[in-house]
């Protein structure tokens, strides 16, 4: 069965960077939709960025990480990236990625990975 599994969180200060990384079990080219969520204490998750199956377009980020955060996927690989630049203490959370074959919005029925804990100090 298909599996992702988050790596790269850490502590950093704020204005500091991190590039997570999601790595597939199966190619997810032309097959998975693929999304970064994340949640932080006591908040509902919310999504940060996904791509389409094509890994290379139809980027979507939420209004809070736009112009810092960008998403990225290596289909030789079976990777996605969230690289993190300029970090604010408000991005502390547990990092999420998500693969869904349906590409509907509806992420909650995907495959979902274990999450990695991102920590941004002030």
């Known amino acids: 069965a298909m599996q992702v599994a988050e790596s790269g969180g850490g502590s950093v200060q704020a204005g500091g960077s991190l590039r997570l990384s999601c790595a597939a079990s199966?190619?997810?080219?032309?097959?998975?939709?693929m999304a970064w969520f994340r949640q932080a204490p006591g908040k509902e998750r919310e999504g940060v960025a996904t791509v389409d199956i094509y890994g290379s377009t139809n980027y979507v980020y939420a209004e809070s990480v736009k112009g810092r955060f960008t998403i990225s996927q290596d289909n030789s690989k079976n990777t996605l990236y969230l690289q993190m630049n300029g970090l604010k203490p408000e991005d502390t959370a547990t990092y999420y990625c998500v693969a869904d074959t349906e590409c509907t919005g509806n992420w909650y029925s995907g495959i979902w990975g274990q999450g990695t804990q991102v920590t941004v100090s002030s």
């Open positions: 199966e190619n997810t080219y032309r097959r998975y939709c």
